[in-house]
């Protein structure tokens, strides 16, 4: 490992990558302590999955230097593959083999004892809730099923560090949750995840760090509650039929935004309920009339609002 | 375990999972079988009785004659299908997310090609079997001793061997599976610019010194010599550099062009 006194599972200095004119990664560092896991948000096109390709020894850096499991991935690519697991962005299944082959399969490149396979084998896909599909080809099964899949045999190798870019992205809302819980399971067993996402919240439930990666640099760093401190709150909106409710209301919650035009009022708060309800409670007490109610979490979009400025 | 024995166990490994994708959708093998034997049958009966008299080293004329004047031909075009059918299906697998996930593996690299190139042997021999078989039935009166007949085999393999490491780096440099299809398709018209299905001494001057020249010429000579007794002379040598040469060629070209198109984006 590095010579600083926490052991670092990833450790990136000034990575660089540019395909043609377009610059991708534009000198990033990343350090991931061991065991723990680390979140690079960002949305579509930020440079996600470029930054997982460089660091899993799929494609060189053009700048830069990287160690994953304390071995350089350009000058010992094998040690790195060796100690890491990849869940890659697009399905990486064999779609004409079934699950339980390839699953088989990943075992083999592994060198895993013929004498351990078998149970390894069942062992996953009981875990993976994919028992009763295992003799079927991955060519039917659902987006879900696939995930689980994917995950199942980048788990196979017993790998160290872990790399999961975009796990969820598709799948619907009870699918994720699974898999959520899956990624906890995981980290209970003391690997150190690397995880890509597009989504605050998904990162948020996850990770113990957060990187916010635009225009192919870094722009924020921190755990999830130090990053939610840069970003103003959610907030709840009301909205009502009439200019004179819409002055009572304003009135009586002090400290809220109006909007005139659309007839409607930003309470600070977002999904708080003890304070959603002293709203309610409050606007009941004046007998003021309100149309709608909506309520505004912060997103991505503010993060990212928050920390460049708005230049998106 | 040896870097050796990983080597060897990988590349097993991969040929399981070839052969397996083979068996499950075994619809390409058949076309691959079907393409030539049309052909064996298009030219024995439509164009046998015709071309059939007057044939060097063959005895009597007529369709049967045509057809054991072809059929070595016909195998050594089987061959070329077969490595046609690779180059597809190893562009057609490099579109797989699987392959990025091996490239993240610490596995013996080569084997991913190695085992496309065992399982299209494999692939291309069933397809020669098959062949014979057809050809044994329109005709095709073999005179070989199991000494020639092993050697047949072992020209065949060593063809195949070559062609399909052509193919599979054809099917590597290809932008797309469509491509593949296509880059090859000069390999599969060179027999007929040979001697397969005529002596070449009946072509014209230019075409002549062509076909006397390419490498398909000496291998089926080679090939009807051990099969049915005609004279082999220096075609057996010319053969084996031709298939050395190729052979040689395509590993190299192929390792090169696996190593280049890293993380070819699955999108
Ligand atoms: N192989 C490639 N060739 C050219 N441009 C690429 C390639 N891969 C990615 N890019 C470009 O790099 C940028 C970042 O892509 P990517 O890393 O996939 O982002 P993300 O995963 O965050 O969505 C995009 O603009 C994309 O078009
Ligand atoms: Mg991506």
Redesign the interface.
């Known amino acids: 490992m590095t010579g600083s006194t926490v052991a670092r599972a990833i450790a990136a200095r000034d990575l660089r990558k540019a395909y043609g004119d377009t610059v991708v990664l534009d000198g990033i560092d990343i350090d991931v302590p061991a065991g723990s896991v680390f979140a690079l948000l960002g949305p579509n096109g930020a440079g996600k999955t470029t930054a997982v390709?460089v660091l899993?020894?799929?494609?060189p850096a053009d700048g830069g230097t990287a160690a994953v499991a304390g071995h350089d991935v350009a000058i010992e690519p094998?040690?790195v593959?060796?100690a890491?697991g990849?869940t890659?962005q697009?399905?990486?299944?064999?779609?004409?083999?079934t699950g339980a082959?390839n699953l088989r399969?990943m075992a083999?490149?592994?060198?895993l004892d013929r004498a351990v396979v078998d149970g390894r084998v069942a062992d996953l896909l009981e875990r993976f809730d994919l028992v009763d599909a295992a003799t079927q080809?991955t060519a039917t099964y659902s987006g879900g099923m696939r995930r689980r899949l994917d995950l199942a045999?980048t788990l196979v190798?017993d790998p160290r560090v872990i790399f999961l870019d975009e796990p969820t992205t598709g799948l619907d809302p009870r699918s994720r949750r699974a898999l959520w819980q899956q990624v906890r399971d995981l980290v209970a067993t003391g690997v150190t995840i690397f995880l890509t996402t597009q989504y605050l919240e998904e990162a948020d439930q996850l990770a113990d760090r957060i990187a916010l990666l635009d225009g192919g640099r870094i722009v924020a760093e921190g755990t999830p509650a130090e990053l939610k401190r840069l970003v103003p709150g959610g907030h709840i909106r009301l909205t009502f039929d009439d200019p004179a409710q819409l002055d009572a209301a304003a009135l009586a919650l002090a400290g809220s935004e109006r909007d005139d035009d659309a007839l409607a009022l930003d309470v600070p708060g977002g999904s708080d309920i003890a304070r959603l309800r002293a709203v309610l409670e409050r606007l009941d007490r004046d007998g003021i009339a309100v149309e709608g109610l909506g309520i505004h979490s912060p997103d991505l979009d503010d993060v990212f609002l928050a920390m460049t400025g708005g230049h998106r | 375990?040896s870097t050796v024995t990983?080597a060897l166990?990988?590349s097993a490994?991969m040929l399981?999972?070839n052969l397996?994708?083979m068996r499950?959708?075994p619809s390409l093998t058949f076309m691959l079988v079907g393409m030539p034997v049309v052909f064996l049958l298009l030219f024995v009966y439509v164009f046998g009785g015709t071309v059939g008299g007057n044939l060097p080293g063959v005895d009597g004329t007529g369709r049967r004659a045509y057809a054991d004047y072809l059929a070595p031909g016909i195998l050594v075009v089987t061959v070329v299908g077969t490595a046609t059918g690779t180059a597809i299906g190893i562009a057609m697998d490099m579109t797989?997310?699987?392959i990025?996930?091996?490239?993240?593996?610490?596995?013996f690299r080569p084997s991913i090609l190695f085992g496309h190139v065992v399982g299209a042997v494999i692939q291309s021999m069933i397809a020669v079997v098959f062949v014979t078989v057809v050809a044994l039935g329109v005709g095709f009166r073999p005179n070989a001793s199991p000494v020639e007949w092993l050697a047949a085999v072992g020209v065949i393999a060593m063809v195949s061997v070559a062609l399909t490491w052509l193919a599979v780096a054809l099917g590597l440099v290809a932008r797309t599976v469509e491509s593949a299809s296509n880059l090859p398709m000069p390999l599969l018209l060179l027999p007929f610019f040979g001697s397969a299905f005529v002596p070449t001494d009946t072509l014209p001057g230019p075409l002549r010194w062509f076909a006397d020249h390419q490498p398909f010429t000496p291998i089926i000579e080679t090939l009807r010599g051990l099969l049915l007794g005609t004279a082999i002379g220096a075609h057996g040598v010319v053969s084996v550099a031709w298939c050395l040469g190729i052979a040689l060629l395509g590993f190299v070209w192929a390792r090169a062009a696996f190593e280049r198109n890293?993380?070819r984006p699955?999108?």
């Open positions: 390709h899993s020894t799929l494609i094998d040690a593959r060796a890491i990849v890659g697009f399905s990486a299944v064999d779609g004409l083999l082959e399969l083999d490149l592994h060198h080809t045999m190798g | 375990m990983f166990r990988d490994t399981r999972r397996r994708h499950r959708y797989e997310g699987i990025a996930r091996f490239r993240t593996m610490a596995i890293v993380a699955a999108r």
